[in-house]
């Protein structure tokens, strides 16, 4: 499910795919109720090493002008912080059923965790435009 030309924030040449995992793909459009899908992403300094994680919200509202419209999944609209499409196009990543303690919402997998390794290492995780991460 890649971004298709015509979506507002396409990047040529940068097309992230996200696959579902089968116990998910039955479940997704449920889940939303209607809502978007928001991928986003914190992060923070700590002794001289920036740590971070990928978040996944369900937002009612349109996000900040920042994140950019994807390809839908199964009806569901879904948008990634634009800081994040070089890592969801390289990463592999895969939506899977929350965990015990997220019941409500899906994680995200990468496949390829050292392209958010080298995220968090690069310059773009803390150069935040005059904005939080995430």
């Not at 609209?77 to 899977?96: K, M, S, T």
């Amino acid at each position: 499910m890649a971004s298709e030309p015509d979506l507002p924030g396409a990047i040529p040449g940068i097309s992230p795919a996200i696959a579902v995992n089968p116990d998910l793909r039955v479940a997704l459009a449920g889940m939303a109720r209607g809502r978007r899908l928001v991928i986003g992403y914190y992060a923070a300094a700590r002794c001289g090493t920036v740590v971070g994680d990928l978040s996944l919200r369900w937002r009612s509202e349109a996000p900040a002008p920042w994140y950019r419209r994807l390809a839908p999944i199964d009806g569901v609209e879904v948008y990634a912080d634009e800081r994040l499409l070089g890592v969801l196009a390289i990463g592999l990543p895969e939506l899977r059923p929350g965990s015990l303690l997220r019941r409500g919402a899906p994680t995200l997998r990468l496949s390829r965790p050292e392209c958010w390794i080298d995220f968090l290492e690069g310059p773009t995780v803390m150069s935040t435009r005059g904005r939080r991460p995430g």
